[in-house]
């Protein structure tokens, strides 16, 4: 989930979105010290931080009460040496889409998130067995460890420090940044497998994680594919997981024969749409082609080629949003039985039709509610 990244006193960890490997000539992370065992500054920092955060946020209780039976359920499955941390659920009463995790094992969801989960009980553990992953395996030290590798052994120069300490500052080349990016993505894609694992064992079946991650994306949760980028872009994250969201599945269905009858009940209808593809198919005609691959799905899909003149104006709570007039929808039905599914619109490029300033630039895929369950960006049309 997406949480900022701080200085040595900082604690999120984005889902956002780990291992210590040094860096190789291909720019592959290979091998590092692990974590030194008489570090403590990850766990003084948080006893520090942790009055001030718990005066911030409110008990997951009431409308968030879900959220705390679900903590209380994947807690239960940790191995007894990872029970030793101050756990405890935080509700952030500021309407963002954000979680993020402090080293002494409390867990931070702001409302906005919280409120997408609702009742959801998948949902719910999509996000929180991530954040616990980043505690048990301690991934805020391994950042900090990570940032004086940089500074020793590195050209570039990094000055670590406390930020409510003189002198505290950041200096770092483009190679070290590349290099301090390429390593939290992976941070946040080992959370992500540790996540699953943990979800399965306690119930929640694994593919209400990349649920969770389409519906972010569809609501304009910013997911960069830059160089710089501190946590992977959703399509890294479906591509690199792929065979965890299996050996997850495995794991669970081997456990709860019945997904009915599991914690998370049956798991959510899941849609991976990869890149669309566009082409001139003649004087004034477009083709499009999505590429659908769908889960758990019994019924059909539609898919929806979209027109909007602000991009950041789309869902609200997972619906897409409402358009004047018909001609800035185009809509198809798919039962998306094969492997990969291709939908194809064939379109006029006549802007005469569609509301000033405004272009095809979005495809959402719905369930039979109108919800949405995946969203994909169109190409800029080729000329």
């Not at 949480?3 to 490997?21: D, E, P, Q, S, Y």
């Not at 027109?307 to 950041?312: T, V």
């Not at 800035?328 to 039709?353: K, M, N, W, Y």
Request: proline share 6%; aromatic share 10%; with cysteine.
């Amino acid at each position: 989930m997406e949480v900022a990244g701080t200085k040595r006193a900082g604690f999120h960890l984005l889902i956002g979105i780990t291992f210590f490997w040094p860096l190789s000539l291909a720019g592959q992370i290979t091998d590092i010290p692990e974590v030194p065992s008489q570090f403590k500054l990850d766990m003084e920092t948080a006893a520090r931080l942790r009055p001030g955060l718990t005066a911030q946020s409110i008990a997951s209780t009431g409308r968030f009460a879900a959220g705390n039976l679900v903590f209380d359920r994947l807690l239960q499955v940790l191995p007894a040496s990872n029970r030793k941390f101050a756990w405890q659920l935080r509700i952030v009463e500021n309407d963002q889409l954000n979680a993020y995790a402090s080293p002494d094992g409390g867990i931070y969801v702001e409302s906005g998130l919280a409120k997408l989960a609702g009742p959801s009980a998948g949902l719910w553990a999509a996000i929180l067995s991530h954040e616990i992953a980043h505690v048990m395996r301690r991934d805020w030290a391994r950042r900090y460890v990570y940032q004086e590798y940089l500074e020793r052994g590195s050209a570039a120069t990094i000055v670590l420090g406390d930020p409510a300490l003189p002198g505290a500052s950041w200096m770092d080349s483009d190679q070290a940044s590349a290099d301090l990016g390429r390593f939290c993505r992976r941070m946040e894609i080992e959370a992500d497998r540790e996540g699953l694992m943990m979800m399965a064992r306690a119930g929640y079946h694994p593919d209400f994680v990349p649920a969770l991650h389409h519906l972010l994306h569809a609501k304009g949760v910013a997911s960069s594919a830059s160089l710089y980028a501190m946590h992977p872009c959703w399509e890294e994250r479906d591509r690199e997981l792929a065979r965890a969201y299996t050996e997850a599945s495995i794991d669970f269905e081997h456990r709860w024969r019945e997904w009915y009858a599991s914690p998370g009940g049956n798991p959510p209808v899941v849609v991976f749409a990869e890149e669309p593809t566009v082409k001139k198919n003649g004087a004034k005609q477009w083709q499009l082609q999505v590429p659908l691959r769908c889960e758990n799905l019994a019924g059909a899909v539609e898919v929806v080629l979209a027109a909007n003149a602000e991009r950041n104006e789309v869902m609200r709570l997972g619906r897409i949003p409402e358009f004047e007039a018909g001609d800035h929808a185009i809509r198809q039905l798919t039962g998306c039985t094969s492997p990969t599914t291709t939908v194809v619109f064939t379109f006029a490029e006549d802007r005469t039709t569609q509301k000033p300033d405004s272009r095809w630039t979005d495809v959402y895929v719905l369930d039979a509610w109108g919800s949405v369950l995946e969203r994909a960006d169109l190409p800029k049309l080729p000329r």
